[in-house]
């Protein structure tokens, strides 16, 4: 026999899901027992048991959550009654969304592969003359395959570049705000060898390929006039082996791997000078910062405050488990000094409320560090759904699972993606299924939290992982149809308040049908049918 308890019942849990630190918690569950006693604990902690009291066919008790947020595990023993696995009640400090991406519109673009500027060939001069270990190749034809040039361990030898600007963004922000686009998330832009840029070479400044600071600075000003902003990618991690501060190629004089009188020194760790050296997953190229070192923090945090003073609204922190917590609340707090509605959104792949990295508790979203985070989880359930690996009462069940895990503001503010430069392209998981492409960005852009567009998805693009999820943009061969689709998503969360800002529940009914309910508005998608959209009380 087992207990019977569901935190999703307001009678065996209250409130719902997770709450602020103090706050009192009703907890009740069901069994034939004599006696029912609640046992919780925290992590690091010794476990403590509450007897509980009978109350007709239920034992009740209270739980006050403890003054300092993260997740508070419980369960239920009762005699003669199987063992009962921890639930998990998050506590969190209060954390407001910034107003202008609560409710908005996300695109995210790879900067080199969306559009050429009127500036593009300058750009492509400056691009090829600048400093790098590794050679550029700049494509002729905007209607190239992207390729990696390696040798036979995987080391590239020449990084293709297609002459995308910063100030070709600024001539299509018109057909972003088509889009009903509020902000635009850029990949990296800084000064880097790669056309990814997330080997950063120079922090101080714009990849000459792109444009320079006077272009970033027009770009930031054009989009808030036309009511977006712009979220940079902080990497905040690594750098690249080529750049100012390791300097393994000698390219730029003073940097890491000219020995200990270098300031930059210390920002690494050397485990033999100078070949061998903590990088990221093992990639030489991509040698690991220290933040916790005073100088490299400080600098760090300066990058934060510049490029928000240039015109930036927030930063979307990579690989935020390889970023220590006293790091990500110290972005925070200098970011919100800079600029009070800045944004600090991170990339986590799992639930961000109990996620542990390198052995400890992270706390992502419990209220000083990030905003919110990458929903990962939507789109894997999602497409799951839509493909027919997990039906509508998994997909419902993951989706409250996440609200109830989630505190209201990240819950709120998760970034719901169904394809980024990590994944292959949305449209190519679908085996090109257009329809269904239709439903499943109905969905994400139904579901609590804030959509993202992956630049190209709205015109149809399709392929595999990289490098081919990183194609240019197809203008002029765009899917139109699936473009006027995404269009009128646009319109139906403008038109309806309650898809910005209403709560939200869902369910199943069979296995094809899932249903949803945002304020007093209700919506289905079933994928047997290929119907979707609002439903009648």
């Known amino acids: ?176 705000k088509s889009l009903g686009v509020t902000a635009i998330y850029l990949n990296p832009i800084f000064a880097a060898s790669s056309n990814h840029r997330y080997d950063t070479s120079d922090y101080m400044h714009i990849d000459p390929a792109l444009g320079d600071n006077e272009s970033f600075f027009s770009l930031a000003a054009s989009a808030e006039k036309k009511g977006m902003r712009l979220i940079l990618d902080g990497v905040f991690s690594h750098t690249g082996a080529d750049s100012v501060y390791f300097d393994k190629f ?77 790091f990500i609340e110290a972005v925070r707090a200098r970011a919100e000094e800079t600029r009070p509605d800045a944004l600090i959104l991170g990339e986590v792949w799992e639930d961000a409320s109990n996620k542990i990295s390198y052995g400890e508790r992270r706390r992502y979203i419990l209220g000083n560090a990030l905003h919110a985070v990458m929903n990962y989880p939507f789109r894997e359930a999602a497409i799951d759904f839509m493909t027919g690996r997990a039906d509508a009462g998994v997909f419902a069940m993951k989706m409250m699972r996440m609200k109830a895990n989630y505190p209201p503001g990240a819950f709120n503010g998760a970034l719901n993606i169904i394809g980024s430069h990590d994944t292959a392209r949305v449209l190519t998981e679908l085996n090109g299924d257009a329809e269904k492409l239709k439903m499943l960005s109905f969905l994400q852009f139904t579901m609590a939290g804030v959509p993202c567009i992956y630049y190209g998805d709205e015109a149809g693009a399709e392929g595999e992982t990289d490098p081919d999820n990183r194609a240019p943009f197809p203008w002029g061969k765009e899917n139109n149809e699936i473009t006027e689709h995404y269009r009128s998503l646009a319109r139906l969360r403008e038109n309806c308040p309650q898809l910005r800002y209403g709560d939200f529940y869902a369910e199943a009914e069979g296995e094809d049908r899932y249903v949803f309910r945002r304020g007093d508005l209700r919506f289905f998608a079933d994928r047997k049918s290929g119907e979707f959209g609002p439903l009648e009380y």
Not at 41 to 64: F, K, N, V, Y
Not at 108 to 131: H, L, N, T, V, Y
Request: hydrophobic share 35%; with cysteine.
């Open 1 to 176: 026999m087992k207990v019977f308890h569901d935190p999703f019942l307001s009678q065996h849990r209250s409130p719902f899901g997770a709450v602020k630190c103090g706050a009192l918690v009703s907890l009740a569950a069901r069994c034939e027992a004599d006696e029912c006693v609640l046992i919780f604990c925290r992590d690091g902690e010794g476990a403590i048991r509450q007897p509980m009291r009978r109350s007709g066919e239920l034992w009740r008790t209270e739980l006050r959550a403890p003054d300092e947020p993260g997740p508070v595990w419980y369960k239920f023993e009762c005699p003669g009654y199987a063992e009962e696995e921890f639930r998990q009640i998050t506590v969190y400090k209060e954390s407001a969304l910034p107003e202008w991406y609560a409710g908005g519109i996300v695109y995210q673009i790879f900067p080199d592969r969306f559009f050429r500027g009127s500036d593009w060939m300058e750009r492509r001069r400056a691009g090829a003359e600048k400093k790098t270990h590794t050679p550029r190749i700049f494509h002729e034809s905007w209607d190239d395959r992207p390729f990696y040039r390696k040798t036979g361990d995987n080391t590239v030898t020449h990084w293709d570049f297609f002459g995308g600007t910063l100030l070709g963004i600024e001539e299509k922000l018109d057909y972003l």
């Open 250 to 326: 000698g390219i730029y004089g003073g940097g890491a791997c000219s020995g200990e009188g270098s300031k930059y020194y210390r920002w690494y760790d050397f485990k033999r000078f100078p070949g061998e050296y903590r990088c990221w997953w093992g990639e030489k190229e991509l040698p690991e910062l220290n933040e916790n070192e005073p100088g490299c923090r400080e600098f760090l945090l300066d990058v934060v405050e510049k490029w928000l003073k240039a015109g930036a609204a927030g930063w979307r922190l990579d690989v935020a488990d390889e970023l220590p917590d006293g």
